[in-house]
């Protein structure tokens, strides 16, 4: 499974952005997938998931109302919606996804998921 990230870019605080994940040479549908930020210096930490079964988790509370993670099936593609952003924000943005149909627990960890996008920077300048 190849994963292209893409959506980033540079967005004032308050302001939205929508970041995208391409899926190919693998249906990921029956997938569990995730989104993942790294800001500078910093460790790659948990932003969202959803499972097989559509059910959404997030890292609560820094997202918490303002981050929505989707998919389309049929497009092969995960989303990630990002609304009134913060400088706090910034960072690389990862997709993720693994076969396994992992627990909203493990569905959290970088350890669960066996591909990786390349990166996708957002920037909020403030």
């Known amino acids: 499974v190849q994963l292209q990230a893409s959506g980033g870019g540079l967005v004032q605080a308050g302001g939205s952005l929508r970041l995208s994940c391409a899926a190919s040479g693998r249906t990921v549908s029956t997938y569990t997938m995730g989104w993942f930020r790294q800001a500078p210096g910093a460790e790659r930490e948990f932003v969202a998931a959803i499972r097989v079964n559509g059910l959404t988790t997030y890292d609560q509370p820094s997202v918490r109302g303002r981050f929505t993670i989707s998919r389309d099936r049929a497009k092969n593609t995960l989303y990630l919606q990002m609304n009134s952003l913060t400088p706090e924000d910034t960072a690389i943005y990862y997709c993720?996804?693994?076969?396994?149909?992992?627990?909203?627990?493990?569905?959290?960890?970088?350890?669960?998921?066996?591909?990786w996008g390349q990166g996708t920077l957002v920037t909020v300048s403030s």
């Open positions: 993720a996804a693994d076969s396994r149909r992992w627990i909203q627990s493990a569905a959290r960890m970088r350890s669960s998921y066996e591909y």
